[in-house]
C-alpha cells in the first residue's frame, strides 16, 4: 500500500467506514466477502488454488500481495484474523495486548492446497461468532496497527471485514488470471 493510500485510509477512508458500519452490519460484511472468497475458490483443483498469478494491485492491497495464488490468499487471511482475534479477545477482557504485529508473520507460504481451503472454511465460522460475543466492547483499551494508529476491540473487528472485502476483490483478480 502506498504512503498516499496509508494516510488516507487512516485519516479519512476507515474513520468514515468504522461511523457508518455498525458492529453487526461489520459481522455481516466480513461473513458475506469471506464467504464469498470460499465460494470462488471451491471448486479449483488443488493445481489451480496453489497456482501464482501475478496482478496489477488491488487498491489496499500490498504490493507483495501481487503475485500469490488464491490459497496464500487464504493463508494470509487466518494469519491476519488469528492475530485479530486473538487481539479482540484480549480487548474484550480489558487487556492491552503486548505483542505487535509484525508484517513478516503474515506473509503466507503456500504449498499445503487443499486443506488451506478447509482450514480457511473453518476459519471463517469461528472468527464471525466474535462479532456476536464482541459487539458492544467498550472503547478502551486499544492495540496499535502498524498504518492505522490505535484501535479498539470494536474498530479491529470492522478492520477485519473491509480487510476480506478488499482481499476479495484481490481474490477475484487471481481467478481472472487462471
Same mark, same amino acid.
Given at each position: 500500500?502506498?504512503?498516499?493510500?496509508?494516510?488516507?485510509?487512516?485519516?479519512?477512508?476507515?474513520?468514515?467506514?468504522?461511523?457508518?458500519?455498525?458492529?453487526?452490519?461489520?459481522?455481516?460484511?466480513?461473513?458475506?466477502?469471506?464467504?464469498?472468497?470460499?465460494?470462488?475458490?471451491?471448486?479449483? @483443483?488443488?493445481?489451480?488454488?496453489?497456482? #501464482?498469478?501475478?496482478?496489477?494491485? +488491488?487498491?489496499?492491497? *500490498?504490493?507483495? =500481495?501481487?503475485? &500469490?495464488?488464491?490459497?496464500?490468499?487464504?493463508?494470509?487471511?487466518?494469519?491476519?484474523?488469528?492475530?485479530?482475534?486473538?487481539?479482540?479477545?484480549?480487548?474484550?477482557?480489558?487487556?492491552?495486548?503486548?505483542?505487535?504485529?509484525?508484517?513478516?508473520?503474515?506473509?503466507?507460504?503456500?504449498?499445503?492446497?487443499?486443506?488451506?481451503?478447509?482450514?480457511?472454511?473453518?476459519?471463517?465460522?469461528?472468527?464471525?461468532?466474535?462479532?456476536? @460475543?464482541?459487539?458492544?466492547?467498550?472503547? #478502551?483499551?486499544?492495540?496499535?496497527? +502498524?498504518?492505522?494508529? *490505535?484501535?479498539? =476491540?470494536?474498530? &479491529?473487528?470492522?478492520?477485519?471485514?473491509?480487510?476480506?472485502?478488499?482481499?476479495?476483490?484481490?481474490?477475484?483478480?487471481?481467478?481472472?488470471?487462471?
Amino acid at each position: 500500500m502506498s504512503v498516499f493510500e496509508c494516510w488516507v485510509f487512516r485519516h479519512l477512508g476507515f474513520p468514515l467506514i468504522a461511523r457508518a458500519l455498525g458492529h453487526r452490519a461489520a459481522g455481516g460484511l466480513f461473513s458475506r466477502e469471506g464467504q464469498r472468497i470460499l465460494y470462488l475458490a471451491q471448486d479449483l @483443483t488443488e493445481e489451480d488454488l496453489e497456482r #501464482r498469478v501475478l496482478v496489477s494491485r +488491488p487498491l489496499g492491497i *500490498e504490493e507483495s =500481495a501481487c503475485n &500469490w495464488s488464491v490459497e496464500m490468499l487464504m493463508e494470509h487471511l487466518i494469519l491476519v484474523g488469528v492475530h485479530i482475534r486473538e487481539a479482540v479477545r484480549q480487548l474484550g477482557n480489558g487487556v492491552r495486548p503486548l505483542r505487535k504485529f509484525q508484517r513478516s508473520e503474515f506473509e503466507p507460504r503456500g504449498g499445503r492446497g487443499l486443506r488451506t481451503r478447509e482450514e480457511y472454511g473453518r476459519f471463517i465460522e469461528r472468527f464471525t461468532a466474535l462479532y456476536e @460475543t464482541h459487539c458492544n466492547i467498550p472503547s #478502551r483499551p486499544t492495540h496499535r496497527h +502498524p498504518y492505522f494508529g *490505535e484501535l479498539d =476491540a470494536g474498530h &479491529w473487528l470492522k478492520l477485519a471485514a473491509v480487510l476480506y472485502k478488499l482481499h476479495r476483490n484481490h481474490a477475484e483478480r487471481i481467478l481472472a488470471g487462471l
